[in-house]
C-alpha cells in the first residue's frame, strides 16, 4: 500500500500579515521547509506527496480548496508547515509548537508526537509543545492532520534561525525522515557506483582491446558527468517547456520542484499513477483551468455537468452540438 501525504507551506507570498517587522514574508520560510521536506520524502519508497497550496507562492489557495483538494485526492496524512508572529513589532518571545485539532484523532495524536520532537531539534528553539486549535486545515481534512509553528517571525531571538537557509533545509529533511519513521517506510536502497579499472601506468603500448575497454569507461564518465549537470540544472523550466510544466502543476503530477532533473523509472510509474488516478479514474472533478467555461455551459443547458472529465462519445458530442446550435 502507498501512503499518501499531503503538505503546504502556509500562506502566499503577499497575504497580508504574514511578515517580519522589516518586510520578510513568511511563505519564504515556509517554503524553504516545505521543499526539503518533500526532496527528502523522494528518497523513500513506498509513499507519494502531494502540494495542495500554489508551489510559486502567488496565489493564497484558500484553505477550503486544500482540505477539499487533500479529500478529494485521499490523503492519508497532512502537514501543514509555517511561522508564528505575535504582531508587528520584535520582541523577545521565542519557541516551536505544534497544533492538533481540539478534538483531535488518536493518529493524529500520534502524528504530532512522532513530528514535534524532530520540530524542536531542527530550530534548536524553546519547546512550546504540543497544543490544540481550532485551524481549519486540521478540522476539515478527513485525515491525521497537524499544523507545525516553526519560530516567530517577530522575535529577535528567532529570526535568526529563520534567515539561515540551510538551517531550515535541514528543518524539513528532519521532518521528513521523523514522518517515514512514523509510518515505517524506508529509504530506496540504490546501487554503489562501480570503481574504475585502473589504467596501465607504463610507457607500454595498448593493446586493441585495452583502447577498446579505455575508450568504453571514458564513455561511461562523460555520461555520468552529463547526467550529473543536468541534475544540477533543475532551477528553471526551459521556455518551450513552461506551459505544460504549468500545467502538470496546477494538475497535481508534479509538486514543481526540480524540473530538469533526471527521471528515474519509479518516479516516471508515479507521474503515470497520478495522471490515471486524476483523468482516468477521477472523472468528478472538474480542472480549474475549465471550471469558468464548464459552469457555463451548465447554466446554459448544454449538459448536465455530470463527469467533466469523462470520455464523450461521438453521439454525445453531437447532441452538445445541436444544444449549442439550438441556443443560437
Not at 517554503?31 to 502540494?51: D, H, P
Not at 486540521?138 to 529577535?156: C, H, K, Q, W
Request: aromatic fraction near 8%; glycine fraction near 8%.
Amino acid at each position: 500500500m502507498v501512503i499518501k501525504i499531503g503538505y503546504d507551506a502556509g500562506h502566499g507570498i503577499d497575504t497580508p500579515g504574514k511578515r517580519t517587522p522589516d518586510g520578510e514574508r513568511e511563505w519564504s520560510f515556509n517554503n524553504k521547509v516545505a521543499t526539503s521536506f518533500a526532496n527528502e520524502l523522494a528518497l523513500y519508497s513506498g509513499l507519494i506527496s502531494r502540494r495542495f497550496d500554489d508551489p510559486t507562492g502567488k496565489r493564497d489557495v484558500p484553505l477550503r480548496e486544500r482540505t477539499d483538494g487533500a479529500n478529494n485526492w485521499g490523503a492519508d496524512y497532512y502537514i501543514s508547515f509555517h511561522h508564528n508572529a505575535l504582531g508587528s513589532q520584535w520582541g523577545n518571545h521565542t519557541g516551536v509548537e505544534t497544533f492538533v485539532y481540539t478534538q483531535p484523532s488518536p493518529r493524529s495524536v500520534q502524528l504530532a508526537n512522532a513530528i514535534h520532537p524532530a520540530l524542536v531539534a531542527g530550530y534548536g528553539l524553546r519547546d512550546r509543545g504540543i497544543k490544540s486549535g481550532n485551524l481549519h486545515i486540521v478540522r476539515e481534512t478527513n485525515m491525521p492532520a497537524i499544523l507545525v509553528e516553526g519560530g516567530f517571525m517577530d522575535s529577535l531571538i528567532d529570526i535568526k534561525k529563520l534567515r539561515d537557509d540551510a538551517l531550515l533545509a535541514n528543518v524539513g529533511k528532519l521532518l521528513a525522515q521523523a514522518f517515514c519513521k512514523f509510518v515505517g517506510v524506508s529509504k530506496i536502497v540504490t546501487a554503489p557506483t562501480p570503481t574504475p579499472k585502473p589504467t596501465p601506468t607504463t610507457k607500454e603500448e595498448l593493446t586493441v582491446a585495452q583502447y577498446d575497454e579505455l575508450k568504453k569507461e571514458i564513455a561511461d564518465l562523460r555520461a555520468l558527468l552529463n547526467n550529473k549537470a543536468d541534475v544540477n540544472s533543475t532551477a528553471a523550466v526551459e521556455a518551450v517547456h513552461e506551459e505544460h510544466y504549468k500545467w502538470a502543476i496546477e494538475v497535481g503530477l508534479t509538486d514543481g520542484s526540480n524540473p530538469r532533473g533526471a527521471l528515474t523509472r519509479q518516479q516516471l510509474f508515479t507521474v503515470l499513477k497520478r495522471y490515471h488516478d486524476t483523468f482516468v479514474v477521477n472523472t468528478s472533478t472538474v480542472t480549474p483551468a475549465h471550471k469558468k467555461a464548464w459552469e457555463q455551459l451548465i447554466a446554459l443547458g448544454v449538459t448536465d455537468g455530470s463527469n467533466p472529465r469523462a470520455l464523450a462519445t461521438r453521439e454525445q458530442v453531437g447532441t452538445m452540438l445541436q444544444r449549442v446550435m439550438d441556443l443560437s
